[in-house]
């Protein structure tokens, strides 16, 4: 079992950047892919962004792609997501999430996640 949690939210002018850390414990952090998610009110959550166990590989959504970049620091067991250039789009609960698999192959594999951090862009 992996815990999870997020920090970094917050509220932001439209063209800001936040950059959210989730730091994970309770399993092997470098073995697994992970990734974040988003939830906006009213709407389902979404896939926006993932990493291999080594983060070599990374995928976006292609709603934040060149906008976002997501790394990791496997001696520190932490996942960041840096983002830039915010809309008001944007605005959500951040999720932080552990895959069951060592590479990314779709939103599907995560079973753990953290209770989520709100990130508010205004116009």
């Known amino acids: 079992q992996v815990q999870l949690v997020e920090s970094g939210g917050g509220l932001v002018q439209a063209g800001g950047s936040l950059r959210l850390s989730c730091t994970a414990s309770?399993?092997?952090?470098?073995?697994?892919?992970m990734g974040w998610f988003r939830q906006a009110p009213g709407k389902e959550r979404e896939f926006v962004a993932a990493?291999?166990?080594?983060?070599?590989?990374?995928y976006y959504a292609d709603s934040v792609k060149g906008r976002f970049t997501i790394s990791r620091d496997n001696a520190k067991n932490t996942v960041d997501l840096q983002m830039n250039s915010l809309k008001p789009e944007d605005t959500a609960v951040y999720y932080c999430?552990?895959?069951?698999?060592?590479?990314?192959?779709?939103?599907?594999?995560?079973?753990?996640w953290g209770q989520g951090t709100q990130v508010t862009v205004s116009s």
């Open positions: 999430a552990a895959s069951s698999r060592n590479s990314y192959l779709g939103p599907g594999d995560f079973g753990s």
């Open positions: 309770g399993r092997t952090f470098g073995n697994y892919a």
């Open positions: 990493l291999n166990w080594s983060g070599r590989n990374t």
